[in-house]
């Protein structure tokens, strides 16, 4: 059966693939979330002139070298002093504090001496000096961060200060894991040796939650027809917006999903990918759900999910569109044979680094079933269909594992 290239594939799971409808949320919800429509500022900041130091707040004209002012009053944060300063005055006043009118100037206390109410000032004041004037961060009306801006925790400060509580948001994609296979089992209850403990769920589901979606662990089925068709048809009536399956994907006897979905009437735009590990990944889509069936594997599980969930999840939750395949240059430290038909993506590790690029050997062991060895790559070597063989020294793409 003719496989499917990788860039195909990548397009069709792509396809329409546009960011899902705002909501409302809290600040604290909102950290890593993508803006449906700009933050406009309620109010300017600082609303008013206010000292940026702890000092005396004077005018200028009044305040050189050695004079004398009489202590007025005092200006702090949150309360400040509600007269106008008179020639002759100084009003203590202390940093993040209203200057009162009438003073143009702050003279910090190390540039005076005090006794009692009189201020004697040994350092010139300059007109303006030490002041942060009103709107000097952003002014009331100002948009403050833009539509389709991903909120950093910075960002999320800077909203506060303009004093929304609430911004507005594109909606998280809510993506549903389903597990398959009669060997699964928890971890930690106590597996016998026929049995196989479920690992899947963990890393994609870390990935999708990474890439910004809301995920929900839908269960393990068995490998059984019936139950298989009714569990599919229950998960995609639960309004996810990605359902994704693990295993049951390839040819044996007992994988059951293409032929489920295939009886649900899910057209699958992609079945079986020129691509090393997750030959037998699928993509079809049911009203406004995708499903994206991967392959039990679980090194092919976690590499199918970072090639084509996370650019999925990143496209409806609002993300700007970044590189699908996000390859960055390395440098072979070992050599590598020709390639056949598939797309690799090898588990390597990277020796160090020199100008930027990376110097690459594939790990030895290369088995899709392998954690240990996938835990220990820092990257995959990424070698296109029928390239010719690698020499030690020769330049190669990698995508970094960062997760
Ligand atoms: N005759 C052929 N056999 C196979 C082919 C093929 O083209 N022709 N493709 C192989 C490739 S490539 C892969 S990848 C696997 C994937 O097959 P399935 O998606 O059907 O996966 P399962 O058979 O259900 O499971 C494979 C393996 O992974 C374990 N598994 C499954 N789910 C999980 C999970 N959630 N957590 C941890 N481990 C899981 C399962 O127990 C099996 O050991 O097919 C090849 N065969
Ligand atoms: O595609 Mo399978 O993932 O080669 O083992």
Redesign the pocket.
């Known amino acids: 059966m003719a496989l499917m290239p990788v860039a195909d594939a990548l397009a069709q799971i792509l396809a329409d693939a546009a960011p899902l409808e705002a909501e409302r949320e809290p600040l604290d919800a909102a950290h890593g979330r993508v803006l449906a429509s700009p933050v406009i500022a309620g109010r300017s900041t600082p609303a008013a002139d206010v000292s940026a130091m702890d000092g005396y707040a004077v005018r200028a004209v009044d305040a050189g070298v050695g004079a004398v002012l009489n202590l007025a009053g005092e200006s702090a944060a949150g309360r400040p002093w509600p007269h106008a300063v008179q020639p002759g005055q100084a009003v203590r006043i202390f940093t993040g504090a209203v200057l009162p009118a009438g003073a143009d100037a702050i003279v910090i206390q190390e540039d005076t001496t005090r006794a009692g109410d009189r201020v004697t000032v040994l350092e010139a004041a300059q007109p303006g000096r030490h002041i942060r004037r009103a709107g000097g961060d952003f002014a009331a009306g100002s948009v403050v961060l833009p539509a389709g801006r991903r909120l950093s925790a910075r960002d999320l400060a800077l909203a506060a200060a303009a004093d929304r509580a609430e911004v507005e948001v594109i909606r998280r994609p809510v993506v549903g894991l389903v597990s398959t296979g009669d060997e699964l089992v928890r971890p930690g209850t106590g597996a016998n040796a026929h049995q196989v403990i479920l690992s899947n769920i963990y890393s994609v589901g870390a990935l999708a939650r990474e890439a910004g979606a809301e995920v929900r662990d839908l269960g393990t089925l068995p490998d059984d027809d019936a139950a298989t068709r009714q569990a599919l048809r229950a998960a995609l009536d639960a309004e996810v917006d990605i359902l994704v399956t693990t295993g049951g994907a390839s040819v044996g006897d007992h994988d059951l999903v293409a032929p489920s979905l295939t009886a649900l009437g899910v057209d699958l735009a992609v079945h079986k990918v020129a691509?090393?590990?997750?030959?037998?990944l699928m993509f079809g889509r049911h009203g406004a759900s995708r499903i994206l069936g991967l392959?039990g594997?679980p090194v092919?599980a976690h590499v199918c999910a970072l090639l084509f969930l996370v650019p999925l999840i990143r496209r409806l939750a609002g993300h700007a569109a970044a590189p699908c395949l996000p390859l960055a240059p390395g440098r072979l430290a070992a050599g590598v044979k020709a390639n056949d038909q598939r797309m690799d993506f090898m588990r390597a590790e990277i020796l160090g680094e020199k100008d930027g690029i990376a110097l690459v050997r594939p790990l030895p062991v290369q088995d899709?079933s392998m954690l240990s060895v996938l835990a220990r790559a820092d990257c995959l070597l990424v070698r296109a269909p029928f390239a010719s063989a690698g020499m030690e020294g020769d330049r190669c793409d990698i995508i970094r594992l960062e997760d």
């Open positions: 691509l090393r590990p997750g030959k037998p392959p594997n092919s899709s």
